[in-house]
């Protein structure tokens, strides 16, 4: 079965094994909690689980968005197995959630985000802090970090390669805009913004950043 309820001592997980679109993936989903309708409350919490295969960034966004919309909280978001009855996690992430703040389409988040943390936003996420090495952001516009970005941070699944990442220190592990990803790039500890310009991702800092147009830069 592509995806199931289990519940394990962890709790009430949602087992992603396999789909074949992402807006298949929804259909069924939206099934799944219609059948078991008198099981869930407005607010209850489930982790989500999914494999090697089905942990696609850009997928984890609409199906994060989706069950926030049903109501229903993510706590966190496994990558592993389930093995008979034992759950076999690889990695572990937990969502942060209690300190978010919305505005106007907009995730703040106003905090530090330490190893093992992630934000998962389908517009712009704004954060007032660091990010640590071993976080991670997934965006589906732009990324601002008033702090310095460490981590993974990949922003645009919404709108694609208009969104930019920026920050006071920009220096992560991996920088996603869109769909390019690179770790190939400069590293700056002074206010610097990250976009998409030839097809590529480029690092400068806020005095000499350049941004792509129809007409050239600017």
Known sequence: MPIDFRMTKRGLILLIEAYTSIEALKQEIMSKFAEAKDFFSEGDEISLMLTQET??????????????NMGVRVKDILVGSLEKKNVKIGQKYNLVREKVTE????????RNLRSGQIVVHNYDVIVM???HAG????AGGSIVVFGSARGILRAGYSVGNEAIIAALELSPSLLQIGGTISQDYERLNIPAVAHIRT???????????KFETKGGTI
């Open 199 to 209: 097809g590529r991702i480029v690092v400068e800092s806020v005095d000499n950043m």
């Open 103 to 110: 505005v106007r389409g907009a995730a703040v988040v106003k």
């Open 55 to 68: 942990s696609k960034p850009d997928d984890i966004v609409n199906i994060v968005s989706l069950l926030n």
């Open 135 to 138: 976080a991670e952001i997934i």
């Open 129 to 131: 802090g660091n990010i």
